[in-house]
C-alpha cells in the first residue's frame, strides 16, 4: 500500500512541477528576457535617431533600430499575455505597465525626431521600471 502512496505523490509531484514550470515560471523569465532585451537595445540604439546628414551606416542602424523597436513591442504584448494573474498584479502594483512600454516602443520606431525619442524613452524606461541613467 505505502507504494502505491510513494508512486500517487511522486506523479503528482512531477505534474504539478511541470504546470508551474511551463504555466508561470517560463513566460516570467520570457518576460524579464524581454525586458532586457529593450533595455540593451536602448543602448545599443542610442545614437540611432535621425539619421539625416549621416552616412550609410547610421541610415542602416536607424532601420534596424525600428525594427527592433517593432519587434521587442510585439513580444512584449505576447509575453504579457502569457504571464500569470498574480504576477501582472504584482507588476501593477509595483509600477510596471509593460503594454504601455509596448505602445511606446511602437511608436519610438517611427520617430525621427530627438526630442520625441527621448520623451518615449523615459517612458518606457519608467513603463518597465528600467532605472538607469546611461540611456
Known amino acids: 500500500m505505502k507504494e502505491y502512496i510513494v508512486v500517487f505523490l511522486s506523479i503528482f509531484a ?3 512541477g511541470y504546470l508551474l514550470t511551463t504555466f508561470w515560471f517560463q ?16 543602448i545599443f ?24 523597436n517593432r519587434r521587442h513591442s510585439a513580444e ?15 507588476l501593477e502594483r ?19 525626431d530627438f526630442d520625441n525619442a527621448d520623451k518615449r524613452i523615459e517612458k518606457i524606461k519608467k513603463n518597465l521600471k528600467i532605472l538607469t541613467n546611461s540611456v
Open 76 to 90: 512584449l504584448r505576447a509575453s504579457y499575455r502569457e504571464l500569470p494573474y498574480w504576477y501582472k498584479k504584482w
Open 27 to 42: 513566460p516570467i523569465i520570457r518576460y524579464r528576457e524581454i525586458k532586457h532585451e529593450v533595455f540593451a537595445d536602448l
Open 45 to 68: 540604439y542610442a545614437n540611432a535617431i535621425n539619421s539625416d546628414g549621416f552616412d550609410k551606416i547610421i541610415k542602416n542602424r536607424m532601420e534596424q533600430r525600428a525594427e527592433s
Open 94 to 112: 509595483n509600477g510596471e505597465n509593460p503594454m504601455d512600454a509596448a505602445t511606446q516602443l511602437m511608436g519610438l520606431s517611427n520617430t525621427i
Open 14 to 16: 512531477g505534474a504539478g
